[in-house]
T-cell receptor
């Protein structure tokens, strides 16, 4: 197992365009999380899945954001009509069904909206 | 809502010396978990150490140890025998008990630690 993989590592897009990020968690992990990290700040929770079910969404996740985890495997995070304020590092993490032992994070996708 | 505060934006230490990073948190919960994560430059976040709030004994992982003061809501990280590879951003994080949190982590703003040769 190679850990949590995120693709792409970097994405530059023009304002108003749609972007989609992918996360492949550790295969035996039931939980998958998305966080957003802006420069100089700690990560902020966006949403999480248990298997294929999206169980919680943060108020940070506006209507322009949507996340899926079909079949409980990989996950995608889509941002529609990107804005400059969406520029950030998007982190994916996974854990066993209870995350109290800590997550395994991916390397993140850095989004720049120009 | 829980908050986590790291009051030291930057710290530096000489190689082989000891450094302590501070973290305080605010919660009304009695059962929870605390973590320190390390984020090296341009690399993924790695779990350094974790502490269960119901345990009085401070967690230790090799050169890393914590000073957990539940009443004071303080959770500091001590790094002994600092190494150049310890240079990273360190985040303190809080997790409520699973039943009410879904294992959501609340992070502090981070402390940038630089280990000097």
């Amino acid at each position: 197992d190679t850990g949590v993989s995120q693709d792409p590592r970097h994405k530059i897009t023009k304002r108003g365009q749609n972007v989609t990020f992918r996360c492949d968690p550790i295969s035996e992990h039931n939980r998958l999380y998305w966080y957003r990290q802006t420069l100089g700040q700690g990560p902020e929770f966006l949403t999480y899945f248990q298997n294929e079910a999206q169980l919680e969404k943060s108020r940070l996740l506006s209507d322009r954001f949507s996340a899926e985890r079909p079949k409980g495997s990989f996950s995608t995070l889509e941002i529609q009509r990107t804005e400059q304020g969406d520029s950030a590092m998007y982190l994916c993490a996974s854990s066993l069904i209870f995350g109290v032992n800590g997550y395994t994070f991916g390397s993140g996708t850095r989004l720049t909206v120009v | 809502a829980q908050t986590v505060t790291q009051s030291q934006p930057e710290m530096s230490v000489q190689e082989a010396e000891t450094v302590t990073l501070s973290c305080t948190y605010d919660t009304s919960e009695n059962n929870y978990y605390l973590f320190w994560y390390k984020q090296p430059p341009s690399r993924q976040m790695i779990l350094v150490i974790r502490q269960e709030a119901y345990k009085q004994q401070n967690a230790t992982e090799n050169r890393f140890s914590v000073n957990f003061q539940k009443a004071a809501k303080s959770f500091s990280l001590k790094i002994s025998d600092s190494q150049l590879g310890d240079t990273a951003m360190y985040f303190c994080a809080f997790m409520k008990q699973e039943e009410t949190s879904g294992s959501r982590l609340t992070f502090g703003e981070g402390t940038q630690l630089t280990v000097n040769p």
